[in-house]
């Protein structure tokens, strides 16, 4: 073969290399993918079954834990808990909360005395106390929306302790409004704060297992 043809050929496929190289760079942009679409994009459809989506199997296997080991948190443990909560939604995006921890033991024990439905505080390595902050609430007829803010923070603090191999219980403070003035006073609380729930959350004593409640009956296509 000449000399010359070689080097059409080479630099034929050089040619062929850098438009193949723009191709995938130009679909790169236009369809967002790379590091940061993949993890915005929603899932394929069939990445959203429960036993295959780290997510939502988290979701799926959550439930109550109230026995604990004598296994501390790190004070890193308590910060993720509580970063978890603040990034729950809000109406209007006030964020009407305030999240105040607990590890010293006779702390525990006495927020375990707050309520009948408090009581495994004493054993847990740590409770955070959700507390709605009223000067942060939304004035006239969206004020108890708070409520819903504090309940999604909460939520989420149950699903970032199971995610982190905790367990962790909601015990129900407000709107009982004598274990309300039990937990400001013990704690003495600011008037704005009201606290919401309690979270015991510890290392799990024994392992437990999700219930199934599951109920196609309570779901209904509206047409
Ligand atoms: C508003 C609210 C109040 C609750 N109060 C208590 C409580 O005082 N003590 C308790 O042990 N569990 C309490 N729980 C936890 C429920 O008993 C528990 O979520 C329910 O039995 C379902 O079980 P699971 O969390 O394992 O799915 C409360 C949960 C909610 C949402």
New binding site residues.
Partial sequence: MKKSNILNIILGLAVLALAWRVAVKEDKNTTGAGFHAATTTAPAATDTASDSNPALQNIMT???V?QFTDKKLTDDQLTTLVKAGMAAPTAMDKRPWSFQTVTDPELLSMLSEA????K?VAGAAAAIIVCGDSNDFIEGEGRDFWIQDCSAASENILLAAHAMGLGA????IYPQQERVSKVRGDFELEENLIPL?VIAVGYPAQKGS??D?WNPDKMRKLE
Avoid: F, L, Q
């Fill in positions: 959550r439930h109550s109230r309520a009948p439905g408090t495994h219980v909601w015990c129900g729930c999700p219930k409640k």
